[in-house]
């Protein structure tokens, strides 16, 4: 099966710069996705990371590690409309199958 | 351009009764997911299909669920004698392939409030 690891939540300071871990153990992986969901909305697209190392999008950069299975979402000057989930989610494909795995997600709150 | 765009938004369903949830993917898009996120939960996958092809049906809960694309556009998930476990949100999802930056990006719905009584 496919083993996802996120924190459940994090806290941080409007302006400051928050770190969010994603471990997983996978077979047939092909990438790693990142998702934001407000409460009672639908995640929203972040980033798509197929190669190692770090990809930046403005405040959000994403970086990947494909040995370790390790990736991480990094959110920069942070503004209180951050405050969301964060979802980590491998892309595997493989003997008929194909899966997007998502982590329970890594709720953040911006605090003032 | 349109996202994907689910109906209904909500619905409610007595305990036995058959309900049909639409997904609109975006024009274009091969990939559509269906999931299923309960509260406080990440999105559990339900199944996947590349055009009308339904290629992993393996995160389908039981034979009570099933899906279609005939058409490689537009699909729907049914449940058949809903239970009350059957409540959650159901989200879709459409996905495309940009070969020149070998990356995918992948959209979701609104997704679809089940509430079964």
């Known amino acids: 099966g496919q083993n996802i690891d996120q924190p459940t939540e994090m806290t941080a300071t409007e302006g400051a710069i928050v770190q969010i871990n994603c471990t997983y153990q996978?077979?047939?992986?092909?990438?790693l996705f990142w998702y934001q969901q407000h409460a009672g909305e639908a995640p929203t697209f972040l980033s798509y990371n197929v190669l190692d190392g770090l990809e930046e999008k403005g405040r959000f950069s994403s970086f990947l590690s494909r040995s370790k299975g390790y990736s991480y979402l990094l959110l920069k000057e942070l503004q209180m409309k951050d405050s969301a989930s964060y979802l980590c989610a491998p892309w595997t494909s493989g003997a008929g199958s194909y899966q997007l795995t998502f982590g329970k997600g890594t709720k953040l709150s911006v605090i003032p | 351009g349109a996202g994907v765009s689910q109906s209904p938004r909500y619905k409610v369903a007595k305990r036995g009764q058959d309900v049909a949830l639409r997904c609109d993917p975006i024009?274009?898009?091969?990939?559509l997911f269906w999931y299923q996120q309960a509260l406080g939960q990440g999105p559990e996958f339900l199944t996947y299909f590349q055009n009308e092809a339904q290629l992993d049906k393996s995160g389908l809960p039981s034979d009570r669920f099933f899906a279609e694309r005939p058409e490689g556009s537009v699909s729907t998930l049914k449940i058949q004698r809903t239970q009350q476990e059957d409540s959650a949100v159901y989200l879709c999802?459409?996905?495309?392939?940009?070969?020149?930056?070998?990356?995918?990006?992948?959209?979701f719905g609104p997704g679809t409030r089940l509430t079964v009584t």
């Open positions: 999802a459409s996905s495309f392939y940009d070969r020149s930056r070998n990356s995918y990006e992948q959209y």
């Open positions: 024009s274009g898009h091969v990939s």
């Open positions: 996978t077979s047939g992986f092909n990438g």
